[in-house]
């Protein structure tokens, strides 16, 4: 099972210290909602965002969209062999459904998000299919590990191993019984804090230059499901 999370995803809803800025009220009137219940989002409120901490690693849901996107409805994820998780800057961790069908529009998955953020799930009533959970990203990365010693936790990272395609394909176990885990920054700018590395028994870096996040779990999707032989196994059985 591959186990993909999005590290200190730059996703939150717009905080109160620049809730009163024209811009976030404007964009909050149109859409009907509260300046607190949109998302923070560089490309409507970057005059804002100049007034928070640490601006440069917030505002970017579009990094988180692209991610999923890229996730969700792949071979992997029908085959019920990959499970996707949101860690947000705040600690929080969000567990998504592998049943989940994500909007296409990217308008549509930010007003998903704001409920998402608001309520604490998606959909309001029924079965929840994003829901932000109580786990902490130790306690998740406990979880995931199942008690079993063989588990794999990889973070991919600037200033890791340097590993390229076949390196990366030979580390991974060919026994999808194997709990694997990635974590994958979605965040614009910044590293992984040290301690955040801590977490994780192997650090590597997949490329010379930086990719975007969505770049990476592409990469690590399609190697992964290449190893387990997800693809052949699906034709053989038809």
Known sequence: MLHVILLDCALELVPSEISS????QMQAGRKGKKPNEILLDQTHHGRAMTKLDHADRRGRPDIVFHSLVTLLETPLCKEGLLRVYMHLQNGRVVEVSPEVRLPR?????????EQLLTTGHVPVE???LVQVSKMSLPGLLSKLKDGQSNAMTILATEGGEKTGIQGLRDLLPNDSAVPVIVGIGAFPHGDISDEMKQMFDCQLELDREVMMAW???AEVLWIY???????RRRYSST
């Open 105 to 113: 529009n990217y308008d549509r998955f930010v007003g998903l998000m």
């Open 215 to 217: 770049h990476v779990c």
């Open 21 to 24: 800025f024209k811009e976030v």
């Open 126 to 128: 029924g079965q929840p």
């Open 225 to 231: 499901s290449e190893r387990i032989e997800v693809i």
